[in-house]
């Protein structure tokens, strides 16, 4: 089993917010997207890449991941973001409305040639319709090992702005987006976040969605409050009971008397050997958000 990078909780903050960038030191997140695009007013974007960067090179952040989102590759900010961020050096930079693949391999060449650590990662939104209509080629890009991409956050409010689709509970608008972007990033290896719930008082609400989001097949939720980190560990991280289950189906199969076998009984259910693989990415997973 490969290492497994626990990201169930995803929170957003804005580059420009130095009291939130100081205090999410102490916030309980798996990753930190340390925003210079949307949360940042645009006369505040040379003041947010300096301090976020600042704080990136100062460290603090414990085993969370760090992420920094860049603005746009056509706005006139990018050059700078992207040159700062490489040299702060952050587990992953975050590039907004990526819609095809060759804008990945123009990223990953241009990294190189700012001599990127190669541990730096890099995520992309996908936020536009022409990234759902080409998202398997998207993923795809994740084979050349140039591109570094590692992992897709779904970009749900601007899908909404350029489509005009609702917000609705159970988003059923959106269904057919998010379960096109989980199934291309599986095809590739690529890890995938769902989008954000904006509203902060409808606890429900929220709890709903990331149960959703998590039976989708979602790796984790973008946030934007502290408030919504606690809930989203507990959702996607695997139950007591899933894990017994889990530790069940392993033990089970390497009874001697199963060696041999691809399908058995357990407790009335039939179980297979891809269930077992099944089971170690459960207790894996356990243990890497244990640890
Ligand atoms: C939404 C907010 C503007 C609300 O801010 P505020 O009114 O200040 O909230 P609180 O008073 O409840 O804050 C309490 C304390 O918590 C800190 N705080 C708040 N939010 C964060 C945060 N995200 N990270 C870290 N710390 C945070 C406050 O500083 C308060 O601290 P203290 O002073 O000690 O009491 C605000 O929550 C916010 O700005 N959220 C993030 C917004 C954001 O980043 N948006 C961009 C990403 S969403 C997006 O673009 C998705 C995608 O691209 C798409 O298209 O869908
Ligand atoms: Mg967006």
Redesign the pocket.
Known sequence: MTDIRPRRSV????GS?A???E??RE?AADA??L?L???VAPDAKDLAREQVCAAVKAGGYGRRELVI?TNGIDTPWFDADLAAATEAAPDAILI?KVSSPETLVEIGHRLTGLWAKPETRVWA?I?TPLAILDCERIARAARDPSTRLACF?????????ETRARFVPGRAPMLPWLTTAILAARAHGVDVID??Y?D?KDEAGFKAECEQSRDLGFDGK??????QVALANTVFAPEESELTRARAIISAFNEPENANKGAIQLDGRMVERLHAEMAKRVVALAEAIAA
């Open positions: 929170l957003y903050m804005p917010n009291r939130a960038l205090k999410a916030i930190l997207i925003d695009e949307d949360a989102r907004p939104m936020e956050i779904l970009g749900t409010n601007d899908l909404a702005k989008g954000v904006n902060l973008t946030l934007i409050h502290p408030n």
